[in-house]
């Protein structure tokens, strides 16, 4: 059975930092695309940052220079380092995983964890 389980995140304070965590179980980390996702109080779901299995990443305009994804391949692991943390970041954060790293749609992603909340208080 496949599961993804994000962990790591908290409440801070603006300008702080947290380091999230998602564990993959199963085979699907042959896949191509890990990404992370967010998704604010009544707001949509949208996409953080994506990182491919050649290492490449992307990210949102809004969380370039503050955000950084990166993948541990041996402990099957993709991590989302939050830096200079914003109240605006305030959202429950969610890993997911696709086929391809082409698009920031969540419909293109099969898999998804539970999400781990991330509060920032002003």
């Known amino acids: 059975q496949v599961q993804l389980v994000e962990s790591g995140g908290g409440s801070v304070q603006a300008g702080g930092s947290l380091r999230l965590s998602c564990k993959v179980f199963?085979?699907?980390?042959?896949?191509?695309?890990m990404a992370w996702f967010r998704q604010a109080r009544g707001k949509e779901r949208e996409g953080v940052a994506r990182?491919?299995?050649?290492?490449?990443?992307r990210y949102r305009d809004s969380m370039k220079g503050r955000f950084t994804i990166s993948q541990d391949n041996a402990k099957n692991t993709v991590y989302l380092q939050m830096d200079n943390l914003k109240p605006e970041d305030t959202a429950m954060y969610y890993c997911?995983?696709?086929?391809?790293?082409?698009?920031?749609?969540?419909?293109?992603?099969?898999?998804w964890g539970q999400g781990t909340q991330v509060t920032v208080s002003s």
């Open positions: 199963g085979s699907i980390y042959s896949t191509q695309c």
């Open positions: 990182i491919n299995s050649d290492g490449d990443t």
């Open positions: 997911a995983a696709a086929d391809w790293c082409t698009t920031w749609s969540p419909s293109s992603f099969g898999y």
